[in-house]
């Protein structure tokens, strides 16, 4: 991933001296579960364990020859050993040692998307309680609906990231599986506990049965989860880039001293995060596909997701990284404007009130054909005259019979649209306000 959209501590994960690194790890954890097994000499074990190391330009060095970059892995590792390096990669192969390393790098980058998809929801949780009362108007289709409140649309957000957070605890321990079984799988050359062993000194899982790779359906699971998260970051963004419309001016992402949004109109303002988050969400959807694609490999093992998972491995955790903390910083400065929103409520001359005095009306007897049509009727003339809308029903006999003027005007009460805030976010934050 370029370095505009790598933070450096993720982007550590992935270098290549990282991979290196889990490649040795896993290396060193087999080479004493063998020792425990009276496989490897003590003195050997303390030999390897005190010299084992790499040079990742000399690896590169060695690939150039050898074109097998897990043997050139091994004869840098040889080089620093010495003899007792004989005992290292013992009974493996290479796919043990590559595909149990990335699970390695995969947790461990998950631990950091953990600590981001925190950090957004703090950064929404907060918004939410701040706006819980904050009126403004639902729209749907574009159009003014009903009246919302800002903290309820953000409490909507809310509910779907902690959902994103099990999803993305899930697909971490899927994911964080390791395989030490030999070629083909068969554990001909090694014994199934030393696996066992390897696993539970690296903090991961062992794959209940492998062929010469663990099976990508995790893989899939956990590169998909990323998507669906990134899908739901992408969600917030298009709603922040539509309230921020001019027509609309609702929120507004933050605007720092000297920031400049066009070369050619110095006037602009523009939704430049919400958007950059738009197209960091496509190229997730498309990892996404990618990982599905590499479940089906030829019989036991081919090599046709090694140069897909070189790629989207370390991008789709940085970007999601990336997206985490990039939504989070928005959310976190987020401009609100209730004056506006209250503004935008009544431009439709009360029309938003139309459902209530539609079930009013049938309340009080008129048959609900009757009721929709008649109040169609005033409504559209709201449309096309920009007439008050209770101005009208006022006036209009067919509606004087059934309710007083009185009873009319109680029905234009934003209150009594907001009156059931309080229980949605009981229902979202049954821990109530944090502190």
């Known amino acids: 991933m370029i370095e505009r959209y790598t933070r450096p501590e993720m982007g550590a994960l992935w270098t290549q001296d990282a991979k290196y690194q889990a490649w040795l790890d896993v290396e060193l954890a087999a080479c004493r579960a063998l020792a425990d097994r009276g496989q490897i000499p003590a003195d050997a074990l303390t030999d390897i364990e005190a010299k084992a190391a790499f040079d990742s330009a000399r690896i590169e060095e060695i690939e150039l020859e050898v074109k097998h970059d897990v043997i050139a892995f091994l004869t840098s590792v040889a080089e620093h050993v010495g003899p007792s390096s004989r005992f290292v990669h013992l009974g493996l192969t290479s796919s043990d040692v590559v595909d149990t390393g990335f699970a390695l790098q995969l947790k461990r980058s998950g631990a950091l998307l953990l600590e981001g998809m925190d950090r957004l929801h703090q950064a929404l949780v907060k918004l939410a309680w701040k706006h819980k009362d904050t009126v403004m108007i639902g729209r749907s289709h574009g159009i003014h609906a009903e009246p919302i409140t800002f903290g309820l649309k953000v409490a909507v957000w809310c509910a779907e990231a902690q959902r994103n957070r ?15 079984s030999g070629a083909v799988g068969t554990f001909a050359n090694i014994d199934p506990g030393v ?15 492998s062929t010469q790779v663990i099976s990508r359906d995790r893989h899939a699971e956990f590169f998909g989860t990323l998507a669906v998260i990134a899908g739901s970051i992408e969600k917030i963004a298009v709603e922040i880039r539509h309230l921020q419309r001019t027509e609309v001016l609702e929120v507004e992402e933050p605007f720092s001293a ?17 958007e ?16 599905l694609e590499d479940i089906a490999l030829w019989h036991e093992r081919d090599i046709s997701h090694s140069s897909v998972e070189r790629v989207i491995g370390p991008d789709a955790c940085i970007v999601m990284d990336f997206m ?12 609100v404007y209730p004056q506006r929103m209250l503004e ?20 009080k007897g008129m048959l609900r054909e009757d009721a929709y049509r008649v109040v169609q009727h005033n409504a559209m003339q709201v449309w096309e005259a920009n007439a008050d809308f209770k101005s009208l029903l006022a ?9 007083s003027a009185q009873e009319l005007a109680a029905l234009f009460d934003l209150a009594y649209h907001t009156r059931n805030i309080d229980a949605i976010f009981a229902r979202v934050f049954p821990e109530g306000q944090p502190r």
């Open 276 to 291: 950059n988050l738009t197209g960091l969400a496509r190229l997730l959807r498309g990892y996404a596909g990618m990982a």
């Open 344 to 363: 935008n409520l009544h431009k439709m001359h009360g029309l938003i009130f139309s459902q209530r005095v539609l079930l009013a009306l049938t309340g």
């Open 395 to 403: 006036a209009d006999p067919q509606i004087q019979p059934y309710l």
């Open 258 to 274: 000297g920031q400049k949004g066009s070369s050619a109109m110095p006037h602009k303002r523009n939704p430049i995060l919400s």
């Open 324 to 335: 985490f903390h990039r939504a989070s910083g928005l959310l976190e400065r987020l401009v």
């Open 166 to 180: 099990h999803r993305l605890v899930s697909a971490i321990a899927t994911v964080s599986a390791g395989m030490l």
């Open 195 to 209: 696996e066992d062993a390897v696993c539970a000194e690296l903090g991961l899982t062992p794959e209940l049965a």
